[in-house]
């Protein structure tokens, strides 16, 4: 049958025989109608929608005007849509078929609508990169975007198509929807791939550098999808550092390009955000000149920087960006103005050291670089620069310079030093009138060498620079911070230079001087002491310290004359090893306006220069005990008044504490015809004392043991003899043991004058406040015998007295135990006792008080029960005695 038809057929043509017609397809391709519909609909009666949508398309976008006279041959006045051009394209070009990679990337941006379903079901996908579609095709359902995203990682070559389709040229600029779809697929999968090798980057950087092309006239959604896409690659990707620069150079032109077409600036921010987070995430150490050169001449971007650096963290992209202007401004005065800018607008202070050793850096290196170099004009560079930075960080400028002098390679430079030559740098001019100009002394202030230090010191001394009414108020606070500080050199001469400038207090804050003062005070009293080659010197420098700072700061600063007073408190005892020193102390203390000093008859001049050194352990304590006496006496008289401040100058020193405590124990010891002013400082000095025990935490033992309420005075003494004893914390310890004996006589002869003092008073709150202490101090065992002497001879009522310590439920359990534990202890002591009316008074105390003690034996507590058995074993002690 096969061949009997092929005969017929070529017989047909061979006599010119027409064919016979086409069958009428059952279905035909279409986007618009259903397939049977569509077989019924003439392809004429198709062109007409075409052209109405075409002319719809054109007025969107007049690129589509010219396919009239090329794809499509009629115009219509209908209103059209771009499916029904698609229509006519389907039916009269097969575009389905010939034009598939097309017709799906036109497609895909539209995934999400039924319209595409349709558009796939009509392509033979077959093992194309498109062949994910065919379950689109099967089940009839739009596709998420996922599903496209999900290809481009395991397909590379759907993404690389998609970035090529959507790369913009000078003739072709695709829509919003296609440019946004694209980007969001791109972004998508580089964020979603776990490690973005070069393949990748490759495959996406056509569309990024076509994008920000300004040549390519792209609209900003190219821009915007290509900013999008540098700042995935930024922080996901390590880029080779060339392509870093050039994506820089790309997104700063840019950045150009946007600020000269309009004043866009949220635009502009995002630009250089991309920027910014290419330079922080790639590790990139010197910035391009090229887009810095771009950059600097976009309008105010010194504030765009400012604006973003109080909104986000861009520290490192300042750093890199200020550095590498200070290189490229040294050659560039443009570069220059914009580095000044930018000083004085970004906060720079965390990296001012790196900044100003890069300046320095480039002065040294730059006569070497040529013989005929005008230095001049990198001097002026530098100390413009520098200036800038000092305005706002003077402290981290000082501290800059400092390390960059320290540094070892900058000191062995062979040739003109770097003294010599940084000294060019900051002398205003060769030709200056005065001698020395401000710049350079803080230059040489802070030289490694201390004989450059200690001459620029010496300098400043003869030039009264700070009695000269014309100069510049922030060089002045910079000159006598910088002056402050070399009062902390450890070469003392540069310390004795510092000391020789007059005029420092009538600048310098009073509470930063006195503060440096009273360091320099305590160290030199530590050299002298650790003897050796520097103590001569740090007795000189200590004796002129206190000459300035009783003098001079006296002047300038009245109303803080009890701070005064307080830094020198602890040398006001003197110590054979600082004797010259103290004596001086004592010596200028009477001019010190604070009434402390003034009113007290104090000993220092019973000994010239020369009998200092010859000067005996007992004259030194004859002349302690005498002055500690006169302060007693100055204290004693008004003790609300001086106690804080005494307190506080206690504090300041080792020597102080000692001082301190010596004084309120003299105090203590004087003849009881001052009972009331005794008691009135017993209450005020109680806290400090206890506080002070606390503070040197002495262990149980065997601390005090020798010393008795009856032999005070003779321990007294012997303590001031041994003032100087290494272990201070344990004299110190000592000392408080007799001023808890001297609290306790005093509180005796009180109680003998006065038959209020158990009806309360202040006698009443002091015994509290004192039994407290000793029984609930971590170091109780040393104040039994205080316990003991208090309950029996500071009280009447004794058993009245102890007894609310274990009645009242609000004490702690440990107060309780111990308070029963005192009484059984006092009873035993008591029946021992040879005072008959002793005894008879306070057994006649514990028969009423009897059942008070009963009480304790039914406590939940079993300390407490236990305590309050021995009690009663006590009490039936001293009943049978």
């Known amino acids: 049958m096969a061949s009997i038809a092929s005969q017929l057929q070529a017989i047909k043509s061979a006599l010119g025989a027409a064919p016979e017609p086409a069958r009428r397809p059952i279905t035909r391709p279409s986007v618009l109608f259903d397939g049977k519909e569509a077989a019924d609909i003439d392809l004429r009666a198709i062109l007409p929608i075409a052209l109405s949508g075409l002319e719809h398309l054109a007025g969107v976008d007049e690129r589509f005007a010219r396919y009239s006279s090329t794809l499509f041959s009629e115009t219509s006045l209908e209103f059209p849509a771009a499916l029904k051009t698609l229509e006519y394209l389907v039916r009269r070009y097969l575009v389905h078929v010939y034009n598939l990679d097309e017709l799906l990337l036109c497609a895909l941006p539209y995934h999400d609508t039924h319209a595409f379903v349709r558009i796939v079901q009509l392509i033979n996908l077959g093992n194309s990169k498109w062949a994910f579609l065919n379950a689109v095709k099967s089940s009839g359902a ?53 490690k973005l090798d070069t393949d990748i980057v490759q495959r996406v950087l056509g569309f990024v550098f076509d994008s920000l092309n ?24 390590t880029l080779a550092p060339k392509l870093v620069q050039n994506l820089i150079f790309f997104v700063a032109r840019s950045a150009q390009h946007d600020a000269l077409d309009s004043i866009d600036l949220p635009w502009l921010r995002v630009t250089v955000m991309a920027i910014i ?36 963290s ?14 490229y401004s040294s050659s560039d005065d443009s570069c220059h103005k914009h580095l000044i800018e930018i000083v004085e607008r970004l906060p720079i202070e965390k990296f001012v050291e790196r900044i100003v050793c890069k300046v320095l850096q480039n002065c040294i290196k730059a006569p070497r670089a040529t013989e005929n170099l005008d230095i001049n004009r990198t001097g002026i560079w530098a100390r413009e620069t520098l200036n800038a930075i000092e305005k706002k960080y003077s402290k981290e400028l000082r501290d800059a310079i400092h390390k960059f002098l320290e540094n070892s390679e900058v000191n062995t430079l062979g040739g003109d030093s770097a003294s010599d030559i940084l000294g060019l740098v900051f002398n205003e001019s060769k030709g200056m009138a005065t001698e020395i100009s401000d710049s350079n ?18 300098k400043v001394a003869t030039s009264n620079i700070f009695k000269s009414h014309n100069l510049n108020p922030q060089k002045l606070i910079n000159m006598q911070d910088a002056i402050l500080r070399n009062l902390y050199d450890d070469d003392l001469s540069v310390v004795q230079a510092a000391l020789s400038i007059e005029g420092l207090a009538s600048v310098a804050n009073p509470v930063s001087l006195i503060k440096v003062y009273g360091d320099l005070l305590n160290k030199c009293v530590s050299i002298i002491h650790k003897g050796g080659s520097k103590a001569s010197k740090a007795c000189d420098v200590a004796v002129s310290c206190l000459e ?56 220092h001049n019973e000994f010239t220069t020369d009998k200092m050194k010859n000067i005996s352990s007992e004259s030194v ?16 008289a008004n003790p609300n008044k001086y106690v804080e401040w005494l307190t506080d100058a206690g504090k300041r020193s080792t020597f102080g504490r000692t001082l301190f405590l010596l004084i309120i124990l003299q105090a203590l010891l004087v003849p009881a015809e001052v ?57 110190n310890a000592r000392i408080l043991v007799c001023l808890f004996w001297g609290l306790l006589k005093v509180q005796s002869s009180y109680i003998k004058q006065s038959s209020m003092v158990d009806c309360g008073g202040i006698g009443s709150a002091i015994l509290d406040d004192l039994f407290l202490f000793f029984i609930a101090s971590p170091s109780k065992n040393i104040f039994q015998k205080h316990l003991q002497y208090l309950m029996i001879n500071c009280t009447r009522a004794r058993f009245q007295f102890v007894s609310k310590y274990f009645m009242d439920e609000a004490f702690p359990s440990g107060v309780q135990v111990d308070s029963l534990l005192v009484l059984a202890c006092i009873c035993s002591v008591c029946a021992l006792s040879e005072n008959s009316s002793l005894d008879e008074s306070f057994c006649m105390q514990l028969l009423l008080g009897f059942p008070c003690v009963m009480l304790p034996l039914a406590h939940e507590n079993k300390d407490i029960r236990s305590a309050a058995l021995k009690c009663i074993e006590g009490l039936s002690w001293c009943g049978s005695g």
């Not at 004797?579 to 102390?585: F, G, Q, S």
């Open 675 to 731: 009972l009331d002013m005794q008691m009135t400082m017993c209450q005020v000095c109680l806290p400090a004392l206890k506080n002070e025990w606390c503070h040197i935490k002495p262990k149980d033992g065997c601390v005090g043991d020798e010393i008795s309420i009856d032999n005070l005075e003779k321990c007294t003494a012997e303590l001031v003899k041994h003032v100087f004893n290494n272990d201070t914390d344990a004299l």
């Open 548 to 603: 300035k700072m009783i003098t001079e700061c006296q002047l300038h600063y009245i109303e803080h004359a009890k701070d005064i007073a307080a830094v020198v408190f602890h040398l006001l005892i003197l110590n054979p090893k600082t004797v010259r020193v103290n004596l001086k102390a004592l010596e200028l203390a009477k001019s010190i306006q604070w009434e402390f000093y003034t009113s007290s008859s104090l000993v």
């Open 214 to 237: 300004p040549a390519t006239n792209g609209d900003r959604e190219y821009k915007a999808g290509a900013l999008m896409i540098v700042g995935v690659l930024a922080t996901r990707a």
């Open 441 to 458: 002394i803080w230059f040489s202030l802070d030289h490694p060498k201390a004989d450059v230090r200690q001459s620029a010191l010496s």
């Open 621 to 636: 304590a004859s002349i302690n005990m005498k002055n500690i006496k006169a302060f007693a006496e100055t204290f004693l």
């Open 142 to 194: 739009p596709p998420p975007r996922s599903v496209i995203v999900q290809q481009c990682i395991r397909d590379k070559a759907v993404l690389e198509t998609l970035c090529n389709y959507a790369t913009p040229t000078k003739e072709i600029h695709h829509s919003r929807t296609v440019v946004c779809f694209c980007t969001a697929v791109i972004v998508e999968c580089l964020g979603a791939i776990p």
């Open 277 to 312: 987070s290419l330079v922080q995430s790639q590790s990139v150490s010197d910035f391009p000149k090229k887009p810095l050169i771009i950059l600097k001449d976009i309008q105010d971007f010194s504030g765009i920087l400012s604006v973003l650096s109080s909104e986000f």
């Open 314 to 327: 861009i520290e490192r992209f300042i750093r890199v960006y200020v550095e590498s202007l200070v290189d």
